[in-house]
């Protein structure tokens, strides 16, 4: 006869428990010593327990996750092969930008493989190139990143203007994608706390389903771009947290229907030159906190991408990063792994919650696109993005071989390809832009400048 092990041992309640340790600490203050608050203003105790768990979310996390790369298209004969040669090396989808319309039919005549899905960041908006890619949606399962609402965020400016863009949106869902995209990574590579990445995607989600609700268009899916940082059990939570409020907002517009797909990234906000094999270990942490909130694809970042044009060796590794986590570490075995961690589950609710309070806030303002234009939005991210600088300029915040343990003798001034600080171009713009920056950036200007 089986018994279970737990069956010989007394449960122990939380109270039981936190009186134990109030007796370790001799006095010492309970929440003084062991309570902390993160950026987020979320009060992180020493232990979880089944009694003091207020929900459990009831989320549905994909079956599986794809692992991505990121291959740009300058010529599409070449990124094709490229992208052929990726996929004979283990990934799974392929995440291709462009800057400039291409030959549609070069790329997806040279690719070999349609069993493998396709994701399209194009920086430009155009209604008919993008509805000639749908084309080849028969074939391939394919999104092309549309989101009008992003570009004029990170821009300043619309693609034209607000009613053209609006109408190239319709015309886009309306005759070949019924889908759009939310692009989240920017709120975080800028330095805005999870609660306000959280909260500014529900609100822009909101404004194109008004949109969408007024023109009665269809929606069959709204995919989400993220970026995870290194805070590895609340990346966890934001992205399951992201879910519950995703599917919240969509109902709430009569699209509860509608799929829900997440694309990872890791951020770039703590990414280095000096000493920068510790990317490696910062991106391989965040991968893993986008599986185990739930992503659908993981599109890892070379821990050289920030200084070296795009490179063979780079590729590899990020790749075997992620391949590493998916067969060797049985990433992909368990659909759901962090259901029943009271520490994970308590985190989404707070985030959750906390989240959608901000997200009524700025809906009672007049909506995301009103406080853009007014820089409340721009505001309150630089305000967070400030305290997490200060944070780690005092060193609270560690990024090791940068404000911590750096190695003197590390020379970057003859290593760099690319320029991996944040460019200054003044325009005229209708809005501030919100600008991504890197924690380190100061610092490692001070060395460029002393080797």
């Given at each position: 006869?089986?018994?279970?092990?737990?069956?010989?041992?007394?449960?122990?309640?939380?109270?039981?428990?936190?009186?134990?340790?109030?007796?370790?600490?001799?006095?010492?203050?309970?929440?003084?010593?062991?309570?902390?608050?993160?950026?987020?203003?979320?009060?992180?105790?020493?232990?979880?327990?089944?009694?003091?768990?207020?929900?459990?979310?009831?989320?549905?996390?994909?079956?599986?996750?794809?692992?991505?790369?990121?291959?740009?298209?300058?010529?599409?004969?070449?990124?094709?092969?490229?992208?052929?040669?990726?996929?004979?090396?283990?990934?799974?989808?392929?995440?291709?930008?462009?800057?400039?319309?291409?030959?549609?039919?070069?790329?997806?005549?040279?690719?070999?493989?349609?069993?493998?899905?396709?994701?399209?960041?194009?920086?430009?908006?155009?209604?008919?190139?993008?509805?000639?890619?749908?084309?080849?949606?028969?074939?391939?399962?394919?999104?092309?990143?549309?989101?009008?609402?992003?570009?004029?965020?990170?821009?300043?400016?619309?693609?034209?203007n607000l009613n053209k863009d609006h109408q190239d949106f319709k015309e886009v869902i309306q005759e070949a994608a019924s889908s759009f995209t939310i692009d989240t990574?920017?709120?975080?590579?800028?330095?805005?706390?999870?609660?306000?990445?959280?909260?500014?995607?529900?609100?822009?989600?909101?404004?194109?389903?008004?949109?969408?609700?007024?023109?009665?268009?269809?929606?069959?899916?709204?995919?989400?771009?993220?970026?995870?940082?290194?805070?590895?059990?609340?990346?966890?939570?934001?992205?399951?947290?992201?879910?519950?409020?995703?599917?919240?907002?969509?109902?709430?517009?009569?699209?509860?229907?509608?799929?829900?797909?997440?694309?990872?990234?890791?951020?770039?906000?703590?990414?280095?030159?000096?000493?920068?094999?510790?990317?490696?270990?910062?991106?391989?942490?965040?991968?893993?906190?986008?599986?185990?909130?739930?992503?659908?694809?993981?599109?890892?970042?070379?821990?050289?991408?920030?200084?070296?044009?795009?490179?063979?060796?780079?590729?590899?590794?990020?790749?075997?990063?992620?391949?590493?986590?998916?067969?060797?570490?049985?990433?992909?075995?368990?659909?759901?792994?962090?259901?029943?961690?009271?520490?994970?589950?308590?985190?989404?609710?707070?985030?959750?919650?906390?989240?959608?309070?901000?997200?009524?806030?700025?809906?009672?303002?007049?909506?995301?696109?009103?406080?853009?234009?007014?820089?409340?939005?721009?505001?309150?991210?630089?305000?967070?993005?400030?305290?997490?600088?200060?944070?780690?300029?005092?060193?609270?915040?560690?990024?090791?071989?940068?404000?911590?343990?750096?190695?003197?003798?590390?020379?970057?001034?003859?290593?760099?390809?690319?320029?991996?600080?944040?460019?200054?171009?003044?325009?005229?713009?209708?809005?501030?832009?919100?600008?991504?920056?890197?924690?380190?950036?100061?610092?490692?200007?001070?060395?460029?400048?002393?080797?």
């Amino acid at each position: 006869m089986k018994t279970s092990l737990f069956s010989e041992f007394d449960p122990v309640s939380a109270k039981a428990y936190k009186q134990k340790i109030q007796f370790d600490l001799k006095g010492a203050d309970y929440n003084d010593t062991l309570v902390w608050q993160s950026l987020e203003g979320i009060h992180v105790r020493p232990f979880y327990h089944k009694d003091e768990v207020k929900k459990t979310a009831n989320i549905i996390l994909p079956k599986h996750w794809f692992i991505g790369e990121k291959i740009f298209i300058n010529q599409a004969v070449q990124s094709a092969e490229t992208a052929n040669n990726a996929i004979a090396n283990g990934v799974e989808a392929v995440y291709f930008q462009a800057n400039k319309p291409f030959d549609i039919a070069a790329l997806f005549t040279t690719l070999s493989d349609t069993s493998v899905p396709l994701y399209f960041d194009l920086s430009f908006l155009d209604a008919q190139f993008y509805n000639e890619l749908y084309r080849y949606s028969d074939k391939y399962e394919l999104v092309v990143k549309l989101d009008i609402i992003n570009h004029l965020a990170l821009d300043g400016n619309w693609f034209t203007n607000l009613n053209k863009d609006h109408q190239d949106f319709k015309e886009v869902i309306q005759e070949a994608a019924s889908s759009f995209t939310i692009d989240t990574t920017l709120y975080q590579n800028a330095g805005a706390t999870m609660v306000q990445q959280l909260a500014y995607g529900m609100a822009q989600l909101a404004e194109y389903l008004n949109f969408c609700e007024q023109e009665n268009l269809k929606l069959e899916e709204v995919v989400v771009e993220v970026s995870v940082g290194a805070n590895y059990f609340f990346e966890i939570a934001k992205l399951r947290a992201l879910r519950e409020l995703a599917q919240t907002v969509l109902s709430a517009f009569s699209y509860q229907d509608t799929a829900i797909k997440i694309v990872a990234h890791p951020s770039r906000r703590n990414k280095t030159i000096y000493d920068y094999n510790t990317n490696m270990l910062r991106t391989t942490t965040e991968c893993m906190s986008a599986v185990l909130g739930g992503a659908d694809w993981v599109v890892n970042m070379p821990y050289d991408a920030l200084y070296h044009k795009t490179n063979d060796f780079g590729q590899r590794i990020s790749r075997n990063q992620l391949i590493v986590l998916k067969e060797e570490s049985y990433f992909d075995a368990v659909q759901n792994p962090s259901d029943g961690s009271y520490y994970v589950e308590e985190l989404t609710h707070q985030l959750a919650e906390k989240a959608l309070t901000l997200f009524k806030d700025i809906e009672r303002n007049g909506g995301l696109l009103k406080q853009l234009k007014d820089g409340t939005v721009q505001r309150k991210i630089k305000e967070s993005a400030t305290r997490e600088q200060q944070l780690f300029d005092e060193g609270v915040i560690t990024l090791l071989g940068t404000n911590k343990h750096p190695n003197q003798d590390d020379k970057m001034k003859d290593n760099l390809e690319l320029y991996p600080f944040v460019k200054i171009n003044p325009r005229k713009t209708i809005i501030a832009p919100i600008i991504m920056r890197r924690l380190a950036e100061a610092v490692e200007k001070e060395r460029l400048k002393t080797e």
